[in-house]
């Protein structure tokens, strides 16, 4: 049995000593505004920023990488460990583990993970190769 991830279906992703393979992924960023009620019936309008940005990773760990994903996961959260990765051609700067999640078959020699990361610094394109 062979449990090789084809390279061109998913994308590797390292997390301290964990290797996601990514199958999708989704990057969500917004910017939150006020309206605040004056005496005069008018509506006041504040912009109060932009939030953080958040990297949520849909994938899987092999066992044999990685016998107990769930304790590493939670291990690097508690460090509160940052990561500076590269994926799909995006530079994700300073990243921190916000939540997690490890869904796995007792017989599987794979666990199906899903992982939510925090980018408060900056978020650029790499260059092309």
Known sequence: MNH???????????????????????????RRYSFLN?????????????????????????????ESPCVAFNTLMD??????LTMDGIFFNAARLKSFSAVTDINSQTVRCEVLLCCTSYISETEAE
């Open 4 to 30: 090789s991830p084809d390279k061109e279906k998913y994308c590797p992703a390292q997390l301290g000593d964990i290797k996601l393979y990514v199958s999708s992924y989704e990057l969500s960023r917004d």
């Open 38 to 66: 004056r005496a005069d019936s008018e509506l006041y309008f504040t912009d109060n920023g932009s939030y953080p940005a958040y990297l949520r990773l849909k994938g899987y760990v092999l066992r044999s990488e990685c």
């Open 79 to 84: 460090n509160n460990t940052r990561f500076f």
